[in-house]
């Protein structure tokens, strides 16, 4: 499994190389109007391990492709998504639509996987972001599902049942709850929503 796992990240590594770039002035904008600076993004490196700037073109199923020289497309902050130490997906989160994204290859679940993982074995609770720009506002810190809340049940059912959510925002924990009630028995509100 890891030597695929090795292949995978060194996959993703080459397509964050080729297609992305340093962020524009329009990024560094996109970020600022979420509160996000580039000094907190730098300050959580170790959580927060590639943020970048891509165009790139928005597909059916949640997924992107990046956009070649001539096509249309859409400017994008491109994040890595690691699991198990090796980085697993890119995710663009769309300058239009920052409340959006859309993955790559398709294969991340979240943002802070190893978060949710580490959470569980330990027994501690993890804070759960609506969105990748809540998760980065918040220096990478808990985790943000890649999925749709329908697909989150069977996306973590190598986790065991120990975990405690807290989710960001009321709404977000009421959709959690809704969604993850048959496979964890607790989601809080976190005290920082």
């Keep these: 499994m890891s030597e695929r796992r090795a292949q995978i990240d060194e996959a993703v590594n080459a397509a964050y190389v080729r297609h992305t770039g340093p962020l524009p002035p329009a990024g560094r904008a996109m970020l ?6 580039l000094a907190s993004i730098e300050a959580a490196q170790d959580s927060v391990p590639g943020v970048s700037w891509a165009r790139v073109v928005l597909q059916v199923g949640g997924r992107f492709a990046f956009a070649a020289p001539g096509d249309e497309g859409e400017e994008a902050l491109i994040l890595v998504a690691h699991e198990r130490g090796y980085a697993i997906d ?3 989160v769309p300058a239009a639509r920052p409340e959006t994204w859309h993955r790559y290859f398709g294969l991340g679940f979240a943002l802070g996987a190893d978060r949710m993982t580490r959470a569980a074995y330990l027994g501690r609770s993890v804070t759960m972001h609506r969105n990748p720009l809540q998760w980065l506002k918040r220096g990478g810190q808990g985790a ?5 809340l329908d697909d989150v049940p069977e996306a973590l059912d190598a986790l065991p049942e120990k975990i405690v959510v807290m989710a960001d925002d009321a709404a977000y924990g009421a959709a959690l709850q809704a969604a993850m009630t048959v496979r964890f028995g607790e989601i809080r509100l976190a005290a920082n929503g």
């Design 32 to 37: 600022r109007q979420h509160g996000i600076t």
């Design 144 to 148: 943000c599902l890649l999925l749709s």
């Design 90 to 92: 890119l995710v663009a």
